[in-house]
């Protein structure tokens, strides 16, 4: 597990040179529940930023100690707020015997190569400071006085109707675990930016169709945790053998990957739902849960029109209780390439090939290289055997049609 703890460090720094927009993840479940999800942003100085805070919690969740299967997840938001101001919010979450909630915030301006502090954005801080240190005492009345009056707002995002700060609680001594915020509407501050209000989207896509009869060799292939910036070599793989594959998309990627979401539809693909933070689901409450269905439906629904009716739980962990708060169908898999695990193509493919059969659902993770280079050899393998490739609803709805028969 040390090997492993190297190895994902040094990806993490690299990462900062990325030249490409798009996101980074790193999900797994060997000793602990651990989902990583940050993006990159093209700019070296901030993509460094971002992956040297990430890789300091990971290094320190690694050496707490605990008696339960602790989980971390840091999960992101991204906001352009115009032209030159890029705004990035990193919220980590620690379970073990108790939940720990941090933030920390990036707010970059291109032009001028620099990080922003409140001071540049709100003219008269000054004159806020004193209501905001109000409303804190109103909501956190356990909040520590001498604490409180040396309160920072180091911590900030903006969105088109919000300056939203943020607390750690430690910061002012509160007992509460949760994070500490305050929504500021931005029609009552004096900024020194220009906020670009958010538009429209009008796409609206539906998935082709393929021709399958009740009598074929069918088998659905899933990928579960991207879209990355393997996705779009693994649809032109699918493409190749004219297949069909369902995707189970993490909510807090998809702006980045509009125009692969669009190819996915517009090539007969499916898109699914994968929550929206890749949470341990089954610790959250009915509202918790709720919300990471709806944000990442909203999500995708924003690039693309089209609205998932299918749900992957993550970790392939629910109850009875999680499937009564959605009327999305949770999809599970009989194939299990275990691809996160074993990262060889030639042991993914010992996984897969001699345990399909028809009617199969094949797991795989489109977040993973190993995974794309084994995708063709696995095409390959069952074309040559016969099958036809088609996407989750098509093979449930080609499985009620043979039970109806």
Known sequence: MRKLSIIFMIILMVSGCAKAKGTESYISKDNAYVSINYPVTSINVLDEAISSYVNKIYYNFKKMDYINTPELNISYSYKEVNNDIINVSLQTEIVTDRTINKIKTFTYNKHNDKFLTMEDLVQDLDGLDYEIKKELLEKYQDAD????????????????????????????????????????????????????????????????????SLDDKVVAITFDDGPSKYTEKILDVLKKYDASGTFFLIGNKVEFYGDTLRRMLEEGSEIGNHSYDHKLLTRLSKDEFQAEISKTQEAIKKVTGFTPNLFRPTYGGYNSKLKSYTDLKFILWDVDSRDWQVKTKDKILKNILPNVKSGSIILLHDN????????????????????????VSELLELKKLRESE
């Open 145 to 212: 006085m001498d604490f409180l009056s040396n309160v920072s707002y180091d911590f900030f995002t903006i969105d088109d109707e919000n300056l939203t700060i943020y607390f750690n609680p430690a910061e002012i001594k509160s007992d509460h675990d949760e994070l500490i915020y305050l929504d500021i509407p931005l029609n009552s501050l004096k900024l020194l930016i220009d906020i670009d209000k958010a538009e429209g989207n009008d796409t609206y896509l539906s998935i082709k169709k393929k021709n399958v």
């Open 368 to 391: 993973h290289e190993y995974s794309l280079n084994a995708l063709d050899d696995i095409l390959k393998n069952l074309k040559g055997q016969g099958y036809k490739f088609v996407t």
